[in-house]
């Protein structure tokens, strides 16, 4: 990916004053050190311009330090960038012409300044942070009208600029990594100020973010600091956003007014009381976008509280709109759930709560003016319940509609799937509904809690999108790889999270970076990219490069410096750890299939010899012959095996390769007894664990690396053995009719994680069987396994095309038809217990018919 060739300057409002004194002897002895201008701050931008005639041709290059809405005309055109590392910032592109009109035009821009890293925002590490602070505006905007002029609008000093008042500076973050509660004034915010005739004379100018250097400096080379030294294009689409509103009004209730509690506490801490009469009237009118208005007033004493929920959850922005006398307060909260949610009967007075340091004060407060206004959270995040708290009412406030603007990743429904089993149906479908409220400018983990681009989450993320999505996320997904690798370390690390408030040399995870060598490999195997590949690859060697330097003299891994997650269970990460020894086998053996498709021998030899060293060695060491199933560790001095066993060992050490075959119905065996497999308490994500006996007990996975041991179960021809465990684990799930499936198999933790949707890759890819061989599904399996199940279709979408799969159980004969793709060849699998009757075992593109017969056992 290349960097723009910039054709204007960053500006920013000249009531930050930039660094002159600072040199290049000062940087080069002292180094960066980033200067403080204050956090949680907002900037208006405006730009007028003229064109003599309709606009055939428009674009428009836009990107801030920190994040922005545009506005054209008065239309907000969009909002960025998307989450960066700042030494990769990008921009978006905007086709304007539409927006445009003949004679006077206006370019209007919100510009948000964090001030601190955030879960999807880092600050500028950067040389020229000193000079100028944080904030910047980049526009590049060239206009072809019909007449044959040209209009050239640029980041100078034509542009005006305020600092806003409206949002309150001083107020509280909302959670761990997130932004700030905003705390708007709408009294002091200009009104119409996105609009062509607003008079912005009284507003300041704007300032050159660029100090030529001293002739000395210039001299020996030393170039004008700017911000951004590289700025490459946003290539994803803009989200997809649409009106949701909410369903029904679930309670009313008093609140006594405790204005001495902070903003970020207030909302879930006041008494609650009765209502008193005429408090509310029509309260369902908000509800709907008509004429109806609900109205609310409040007394000295009293507040009022509406709780209200929408049919699912869902990722959002909430907004209200009122017709006001001026001076009333509305706070707004909203969350994926409320306190007593899933308890036996809900609280007489349902409210949002705060209970652990995971719990976000998801809301905003706004102050009204006079009139008709409506206020949009600046910050999207999981909505489910929304509790409006009315102040200040007395003479009453009028609600025309509350409601959220639904958004995320625009994904196309190309994937499907369908059996006789209803449950696995929906499961599918949730998982599919899941992925896509966890997919915006980024894969993250979950909507409401975080909103972090997890390194390992994204492999599950990954391939569940594929069997769901198909090609129409393959942008996001490179996405993901690239800003993994933008956020590698010197030592070869990548962070855990990427972009966001890691802190460089923070709490890292080693094993995710192998999880991301996977991601790599399976983009690979479902796009053919080879240029992105082939570009990425070199990010993957260092990864490598600093597991290699903690291997032992037996070839191993031993006692893995940093956090040693794996997953939220009570697994065996001490000494010589089978689970990230045996994956980092498994990243070893993939790596060396990129070498080999990329024609790069020398690494593909090296990577697969390694990899056979520590299976070696796994095997010899951590196999216990009496219980036949690997333990999780062994002392690397004594060589003395661990008691412990747990499914995500011996799961890894089949679906990698480890194990020899003969070894696999014992082991499978063993980790898959339901009297052995016991889930271990990890909170804050599984606060509830089972009594535990290392002598004959397994560690079961749980919703994260489940996916691991059910692939290894359907490897080994056990796809019946991981649908038992994902009835079992997704059924009470399911059963609270939750849209969206949780972090871990209790509601105690983010109720939307995009891991915890494996099953829908699952069903896709051993259930439907389809699985890709070779880059870009030049090469694909068909290898159903029918299970239980009677019969099952659907549709995996490829860059080659659908791939559409159907079958069906006739007493000992099971049909399956199946539609290969143009530049494609399928090798056709026979289930586990059938041979084949008719049919081909290569399949050239077209539709084909294969018959299969059970054969006796």
């Not at 679930?250 to 209502?275: H, K, N, T």
Request: glycine residues 8%.
């Amino acid at each position: 990916m290349k960097s723009k060739e910039r054709r204007a300057p960053f500006i920013w409002t000249p009531r930050q004053a930039i660094n002159r004194d600072l040199g290049f002897r000062q940087l080069l002895w002292n180094g960066a050190e980033r200067r403080d201008d204050g956090v949680n701050r907002w900037v208006l931008f405006r730009r007028r311009f003229s064109l003599t005639s309709p606009a055939a041709h428009a674009s428009l290059d836009m990107t801030v330090d920190g994040r922005y809405q545009l506005f054209t005309n008065g239309r907000r055109l969009g909002r960025g960038p998307v989450r960066s590392n700042p030494h990769y910032q990008r921009y978006d592109t905007y086709d304007i012409a539409p927006d445009l009109a003949v004679g006077e035009n206006v370019i209007a821009v919100l510009v948000h300044v964090y001030g601190v890293d955030t879960a999807w925002y880092e600050t500028v590490k950067g040389y020229w942070q000193p000079f100028y602070g944080d904030g910047g505006l980049y526009c590049d905007a060239g206009i072809q009208c019909q007449d044959n002029t040209a209009v050239e609008v640029l980041s100078d000093t034509s542009w005006r600029s305020q600092v806003c008042a409206a949002w309150r500076q001083d107020t509280p973050r909302a959670g761990w990594g997130q932004g700030f509660i905003e705390d708007f004034d709408a009294n002091k915010m200009p009104d119409d100020w996105t609009a062509v005739d607003f008079d912005d004379e009284s507003w300041d100018g704007v300032q050159i973010l660029r100090i030529p250097p001293e002739r000395n400096d210039r001299a020996k080379g030393w170039r004008a600091p700017e911000p951004f030294s590289c700025l490459m294009v946003n290539d994803l689409p803009p989200m997809a956003e649409t009106l949701v509103e909410p369903t029904r009004v679930i309670a009313q209730f008093g609140v006594m007014p405790s204005p001495e509690q902070p903003l970020d506490r207030r909302l879930y801490d006041e008494e609650l009381a009765d209502l008193p009469a005429g408090s509310v009237e029509n309260a369902e009118a908000l509800l709907r976008d008509d004429a109806a208005m609900t109205t609310v007033r409040t007394l000295p004493d009293r507040d009022v509280s509406l709780f209200l929920c929408f049919e699912q959850l869902h990722s959002g922005y909430p907004f209200i709109e009122i017709d006001a006398q001026g001076g009333e307060v509305i706070e707004m909260g909203v969350s994926e759930t409320f306190a007593g949610e899933f308890d036996a009967q809900w609280p007489a007075r349902p409210r949002l709560a705060r209970v652990s340091y995971l719990d976000c004060a998801h809301l905003f407060r706004y102050t009204a003016r006079p009139g008709v206004q409506r206020y949009e959270k600046f910050e999207w995040t999981a909505v489910r319940y929304m509790q409006i708290v009315v102040r200040n009412a007395p003479r009453g406030l009028k609600i025309r509609h509350a409601g959220s603007i639904h958004t995320h990743y625009p994904l196309a429904y190309g994937g499907a799937y369908e059996c006789n089993d209803e449950f696995l149906n929906r499961l599918w479908r949730t998982g599919r509904y899941t992925v896509q409220e966890c997919t915006h400018d980024a894969w993250e983990d979950c909507p409401g809690r975080e909103k972090r681009q997890w390194l390992g989450d994204g492999i599950v993320h990954y391939l569940a999108a594929a069997a769901a999505f198909g090609p129409s996320s393959q942008p996001v997904d490179r996405k993901f790889l690239y800003d993994g690798a933008h956020s590698q370390r010197p030592d070869g690390l990548m962070q855990m999270f990427a972009p966001g408030d890691h802190h460089t040399n923070g709490v890292i995870i080693p094993d995710f970076n192998l999880h991301w060598i996977g991601a790599l490999y399976h983009y690979f195997l479902h796009t053919g990219d080879e240029a992105t590949v082939e570009e990425l690859f070199p990010a993957a060697e260092r990864a490598i490069s600093w597991f290699e330097r903690q291997m032992g003299p037996d070839s191993l891994l031993a006692s893995v410096p940093f956090w040693h997650f794996i997953e939220w269970a009570d697994v065996g990460r001490n000494g010589q750890g089978a689970i990230i020894n045996a994956m980092f086998a498994g990243a070893l053996k993939m790596a060396a299939a990129l070498a080999g498709w990329l024609d790069m021998p020398r690494p593909k030899k090296r990577y697969t010899e390694l990899a056979g060293l520590i299976a070696v060695s796994l095997n010899a060491r951590h196999w216990d012959v009496r219980r036949g199933v690997y333990v999780d560790m062994v002392d690397p001095a004594t060589g003395k095996q661990n008691m412990r066993v747990s499914q995500h060992a011996n799961a890894a050490m089949i679906l990698w390769d480890i194990a020899p075959r003969d070894r696999w119905p014992a082991m499978i065996a063993y980790i898959t007894d339901p009297s052995r497999a016991k889930l271990t308490s990890v909170p804050p994500i599984v606060m509830h664990g089972e009594s535990f006996d290392d002598a004959t007990d397994v560690v079961e996975a749980n919703t994260y690396f489940s996916h691991f041991v059910n692939a290894a179960l359907a490897k080994a021809g056990r796809f019946d053995l991981a649908l038992t465990a994902i009835r079992k684990n997704y059924q009470p799930m399911l059963a609270t009719d939750t849209a969206t499936l949780w972090e871990g198999y209790e509601p105690s933790a983010s109720l939307c994680h995009a891991f915890s949707a494996s099953p829908l890759y699952q069903l896709s890819a051993h259930s439907l069987g389809v699985q890709p061989i070779s880059p870009g599904f030049h090469d694909f399996r068909l290898a159903p396994q029918p299970a239980d199940l009677t019969r099952a279709r659907g549709i995996y979408s490829t860059v080659k095309g659908d791939i559409v799969v159907s079958w069906r159980r006739e007493g000992r004969r099971l049909m399956f038809e199946a539609t290969v793709p143009d530049g494609t060849t399928a090798e056709m699998v026979s289930p586990p217990g059938y041979a084949l009757k008719s049919g081909k075992t290569r399949l050239a593109p077209g539709m084909h018919t294969v018959e299969l017969t059970k054969v006796a056992t």
